[in-house]
């Protein structure tokens, strides 16, 4: 078949008119894709760099779940340890209310009195305020040492002692010291006893001296009289003056004043209260975990933040605590002395037994701080890594993606182009018609 010969005018409006029509393929699949680099032949550099960047962010995507998991983990352990934390509380309610009740098995003894009627018939004072007034050292010999009219009177320690020692031990804790005795009488004795803090005293009514221990360890109490400081704690720790106020020698020396075997009612129904709420604490910690993660029985938990492996992967390792009641140093509760319980009983032990509670709030307030700032950073970690994922599908985007407005704008001056075209194309065949008429 014979070429088609055409004019230059033809020819040349023809090839514009194709190439607008090629151009307007290329827009047209452009709006169709919403792409502007369809394959590496379209732009090689742009497209394995937009693949390589979505891989980046879908890889990171990924990671997202992972994040969240455990930061739900590290939340779950933290409502855990609130709860924890509310129940040592109940705790120290509990043992606030044993205290507040008073322990009927403290050490108590009375001494024989130190007044008698007739010395109340003589000052016409009672035989508690006889008893209070009199005092330490016998500093009267020629005269009997009971209370008259003119003379207060004096229990009969040693005469010529100038000094006053007491010597008292509960269980570990000991408390000795001395005062003068120059003009000493039993209320300052009294007073002396009372700044123990492991004894109390008082005269009464009866003109007795009462001792009692503040816990239910034997009391081993002493009084001594003598002519130094030192001597005259010597002395009370032999319990030598014991004899003047009424006591024994023994009640420094031997078993000392012992508890009567009274417990009380109210305390020991608090121990199962308590010993119940003790339980729960190591119920709670068991059930804080988050997809089988258990932070408060000692698991570890690791959140991967990138998509690297090996040295170059950064991720959060969190080593979880082992929470039970044992371990944040809370015994049971019992009735009785036994080494490794709290005896309700016993005031030493209420005692020790706050000190150990609020120990543990303060660990359990360092585990929930500890907690917080891992989860500041896992959330902090998470947002950043949907930030970046998606300034990596923004960036993959520009590199790919077409402009909607500005191939729209290219497609209608390609089409209104491509009529001028068509318009050209036809003037040129009508001037080729115009040859054709010279001939006609």
Do not use: C, W
């Amino acid at each position: 078949m014979a070429n088609t010969i055409l004019s230059n005018g033809v020819r040349n409006n023809l090839l514009t008119l194709q190439q607008t029509t090629a151009q307007q393929s290329v827009i047209q699949n452009r709006l169709a894709t919403g792409r502007k680099v369809n394959s590496a032949i379209d732009n090689p550099v742009n497209y394995f760099t937009s693949v390589s960047l979505n891989d980046r962010s879908s890889q990171l995507t990924g990671l997202l779940d992972g994040i969240s998991n455990g930061i739900q983990t590290i939340q779950a352990a933290s409502k855990g340890i609130d709860g924890i934390t509310k129940l040592v509380q109940s705790l120290q309610s509990t043992v606030k209310q044993a205290q507040a009740d008073a322990a009927q098995n403290r050490p108590t003894k009375a001494g024989t009195g130190l007044a008698t009627q007739t010395e109340v018939a003589v000052t016409s004072k009672s035989l508690k305020d006889i008893a209070l007034d009199k005092k330490l050292v016998d500093d009267n010999a020629a005269v009997v040492n009971d209370a008259t009219a003119t003379y207060s009177g004096n229990v009969g320690m040693t005469a010529g002692s100038t000094d006053i020692g007491i010597s008292i031990v509960a269980g570990s804790t000991t408390y000795e010291a001395s005062f003068s005795a120059a003009n000493a009488t039993m209320r300052d004795l009294v007073n002396e006893i009372n700044k123990s803090g492991i004894a109390t005293a008082f005269v009464d009514e009866k003109g007795q001296l009462n001792v009692k221990g503040t816990g239910s360890e034997p009391l081993q109490f002493g009084i001594g009289a003598n002519t130094t400081p030192a001597t005259a704690i010597t002395s009370a720790q032999t319990g030598l003056a014991n004899a003047a106020v009424g006591l024994a020698a023994a009640d420094r020396t031997g078993t000392g004043i012992t508890a009567p075997n009274v417990t009380s009612a109210v305390r020991s129904n608090l121990i199962d209260q308590f010993n119940d709420l003790r339980n729960k604490i190591d119920d709670l910690a068991k059930d804080s975990s988050y997809n089988g993660i258990n932070l408060l029985s000692g698991d570890r938990l690791s959140i991967v933040f990138n998509e690297k492996t090996g040295k170059n992967q950064t991720k959060l390792d969190i080593q979880g605590s082992n929470i039970t009641a044992d371990n944040l140093g809370i015994p049971r509760a019992i009735n009785t002395q036994l080494a490794g319980f709290i005896n309700f009983q016993n005031d030493a032990d209420l005692d020790k037994a706050t000190a150990a509670l609020t120990s543990s709030l303060t660990s359990l307030k360092s585990l929930a701080s500890t907690l917080g700032s891992n989860l500041s950073v896992a959330q902090t970690r998470q947002d950043f890594t949907k930030e970046l994922a998606n300034v990596l599908t923004t960036g993959a985007g520009n590199l790919v993606l077409a402009d909607p407005n500005e191939e729209g704008a290219s497609l209608l001056a390609l089409n209104t182009r491509q009529q001028l075209s068509q318009t050209a194309l036809s003037l040129a065949n009508q001037a080729d018609q115009g040859v054709l008429r010279l001939f006609g």
